[in-house]
């Protein structure tokens, strides 16, 4: 079969590998689209060294044959929730398989979906709806549920102010999300055609991230500032800047990934009383919400803003580091 390989410092490879044995109680899955995720990016295609993994954890496909799975069987369409998992501890029963001690992820510590054929255990496949498409099942798993997760955490009210600071892939998603949960939602970007795609998608209020943030929300906000923020940037700065908008009371949420950020926590965090929450990943259980979230969007497809074949998965990973359009998906034919 055809697997890619991402042999280290952004060299993309098409390779030929023996499809995948079947292990008991996996299923062996025809691949019919698989997304770039920005992990993708930061992890493995900048990654200096080789990686022997096939990459892609946001995959959808066809049952192609089972081993003695006791639920699904050949022909039956799914899509994948990319935590392997005990299945056993507090966290797996909960949902929440990001925190399973014995947690590996396919596309990073197992074989992913960039391929033909992939092998999974039966219990990470997820039955894909009839009236889903393949490239809405890659939508459901990791590339909605992060942001789905962290706009929940937010917990919104109806009518509430919320901004949103950068508007790349996760934050359209959140975005999508807010304006889903009744959210007003102002749209923070430096790139004007990311901001032209956030009003698109829900956002009421557009501002350019170089012009005085500030200034301009407090203009729309009389003076109050935002009731709740979600950092979709990883920026220090545009972190600084999203909590500085926020009213007495309000609530920011850390979505964006950020390794280091120097604050004073006193004129921060105290003196407003500004609580902060950090959001990764999604619960399982959040999996049918997401379902009925992409039934009911009726511009959802267009969060699908290009499709390539697995032989021209050099030229989607140079697209994705780009950060050109919202979700690239790999296909083995045309849909």
Do not use: W
């Not at 280290?8 to 770039?36: Q, R, T």
């Amino acid at each position: 079969m055809k697997a890619i390989l991402l042999d280290g410092k952004k060299n993309v490879e098409v390779i030929e590998k023996s499809v995948p044995d079947l292990l008991e109680g996996y299923a062996l899955i025809k691949v019919m689209a698989a997304g770039i995720c920005g992990t993708d990016i930061e992890m493995l295609y900048h990654n200096p060294v080789p990686s022997v993994i096939t990459p892609g954890h946001e995959v959808s496909g066809i049952i192609e044959k089972v081993n003695h799975c006791k639920t699904f069987k050949a022909g039956d369409r799914v899509f994948l929730n990319c935590h392997i998992t005990c299945n056993t501890c507090e966290y797996c029963l909960a949902g929440d398989y990001i925190f399973c001690e014995e947690l590996s992820v396919i596309g990073f510590d197992v074989d992913g979906g960039m391929a033909e054929y992939i092998a999974v255990p039966e219990t990470i496949l997820r039955r894909l709806p009839d009236d889903l498409t393949f490239e809405q099942g890659v939508l459901i798993t990791d590339a909605l549920g992060t942001p789905y997760h962290a706009v929940k955490k937010a917990e919104i009210k109806k009518g509430e102010i919320v901004c949103i600071s950068g508007t790349g892939p996760l934050g359209i998603l959140c975005i999508l999300s807010a304006v889903h949960f009744g959210a007003i939602v102002i749209a923070i970007d430096i790139v004007e055609e990311r901001l032209k795609m956030a009003e698109r998608f829900g956002a009421t209020y557009l501002v350019n991230g170089m012009s005085n943030i500030k200034e301009r929300i407090n203009e729309i906000t009389n003076g109050k500032g935002v009731d709740k923020v979600i950092d979709c940037s990883g920026s220090a700065i545009a972190i600084l800047n999203d909590i500085g908008i926020l009213k007495n009371r309000g609530v920011m949420i850390q979505v964006g990934v950020c390794n280091k950020i120097t604050m004073d926590l006193f004129e921060t965090l105290i003196v407003k009383e500004i609580e902060i929450k950090g959001s990764r990943n999604f619960n399982d259980f959040e999996i049918p919400e997401m379902i009925d979230l992409i039934r009911n969007t009726e511009r959802i497809d267009e969060l699908i803003s290009h499709r390539f074949l697995f032989s021209e998965a050099e030229q989607a990973f140079q697209l994705a580091e780009e950060r050109k359009g919202i979700k690239i998906v790999l296909v083995p034919e045309l849909i």
